[in-house]
């Protein structure tokens, strides 16, 4: 089946520092990568859509200077907290899609990346 | 807008006892439908999906799935839980010719007594 991973798992990191987390599909290319945030005891909100060799889209009400995206390959997307605060820690999710493009395409989901600025 | 509502955030039930998840959703048409499990250091894993045709769908693990239009509704069912069924549910909605932007419900952590 399609997996998708993510590096680091977690992460713990000083106010005012950024951290990169990458997402990688490790058994198909994806055109299309997304990013969630998911806060504690609450669901996955998606935050941007992430597409091979184009600019990421962004959901409304999340700040694109601060969560940078680049999807420079079929299997790799990397998601930035620059200047990272205590609020931004959360688990951010990635996942990938597989198809051909089509609306019916699955999304397969990596394992998640705890982010702690304390 | 869509929205997803799962009205239970807890469920617990013994070990062999059927599963019921309530899972409700508002869109002005019928939607495509999703179900996921999130285990602890996992990924959300898809459960079953409902697109079109025959309303109860068939997922993997003995998970099935009910499409009911008149009630907005997908509930999730298992006829004889496992413990390692115990994780968090999340059901979804995309828009149809949309499928991939996802809004998801707020969850279900299911619990499993021995």
């Known amino acids: 089946g399609a997996v998708v991973s993510q590096h680091p798992s977690r992460v713990i990191c000083k106010s005012g520092t950024s951290v990169k987390i990458e997402c990688r599909s490790l058994?198909?290319?994806?055109?299309?990568m997304f990013w969630y945030r998911q806060f504690p005891k609450q669901s996955l909100m998606l935050m941007a859509t992430?597409?091979?060799?184009?600019?990421?889209?962004?959901e409304q009400g999340v700040e694109k200077d601060k969560f940078l995206i680049n999807h420079a390959s079929l299997t790799l997307s990397t998601l930035t907290v620059t200047s990272a605060h205590p609020e931004d820690s959360s688990f951010y999710i990635c996942?990938?899609?597989?198809?051909?493009?089509?609306?019916?395409?699955?999304?397969?989901f990596g394992p998640g990346t705890r982010l702690t600025v304390l | 807008a869509q929205s997803v509502t799962q009205p239970d955030i807890h469920i617990t039930v013994s070990e062999g006892a059927s599963l019921e998840l309530r899972c409700n959703y508002s869109?002005?048409?019928?939607?495509?439908l999703f179900w996921y499990v999130q285990s602890p250091g996992q990924g959300l894993q898809l459960l079953l999906k409902y697109f079109s045709g025959d309303t109860l769908v068939q997922g993997i693990k003995g998970f099935e799935a009910e499409f009911k239009r008149s009630q907005s509704s997908f509930n999730l069912r298992k006829p004889s839980v496992h413990w390692s069924d115990a994780a968090e549910y999340f059901c979804a909605v995309a828009p149809p010719r949309a499928g991939n932007m996802l809004t998801f419900g707020g969850g279900t952590r299911l619990m499993v007594k021995p």
């Open positions: 058994d198909f290319q994806a055109t299309t």
């Open positions: 996942s990938a899609r597989v198809g051909s493009g089509g609306y019916t395409d699955t999304q397969y």
């Open positions: 869109y002005g048409a019928t939607p495509y």
């Open positions: 992430s597409n091979e060799g184009s600019k990421a889209t962004y």
